[in-house]
């Protein structure tokens, strides 16, 4: 089992930047990918960016260039850095891992919410 603490969800004006963290516990070694996905209301969950365990680096689309995935390994803890939020960025955003097991973790959600 692996245990994800979420924080950093806020109200900020379009155009502003937020930093999100999500701390890991528990079975730590089993970790294979770990990043952050997001859902909007009434849309699908969807993939924002993610690492593997070999340091590949995954973005979606609509995210690069704009918002940066990092890592404390000694902190088992991951970043997500967004800069030039816009309105359509507003969403629940949720930790993730999937073990080398296939297994799925999920952290309870912090809500980032981009509105003047």
């Known amino acids: 089992q692996v245990q994800l603490v979420e924080s950093g969800g806020d109200l900020v004006q379009p155009g502003g930047s937020l930093r999100l963290s999500c701390a890991a516990s528990g079975s730590i070694f089993s970790i294979n990918v770990m990043g952050w996905y997001r859902q909007a209301p009434g849309k699908q969950r969807e993939l924002v960016a993610q690492?593997?365990?070999?340091?590949?680096?995954r973005y979606a689309d609509y995210v690069k260039g704009r918002f940066t995935i990092s890592r404390d390994n000694a902190k088992n803890t991951v970043y997500l850095q967004m800069n030039s939020l816009k309105s359509e960025d507003t969403a629940v955003y949720y930790c993730?891992?999937?073990?080398?097991?296939?297994?799925?973790?999920w952290g309870q959600g912090t809500q980032v919410t981009v509105s003047s």
């Open positions: 690492f593997t365990r070999g340091g590949i680096i």
């Open positions: 993730n891992v999937r073990s080398t097991y296939g297994e799925d973790f």
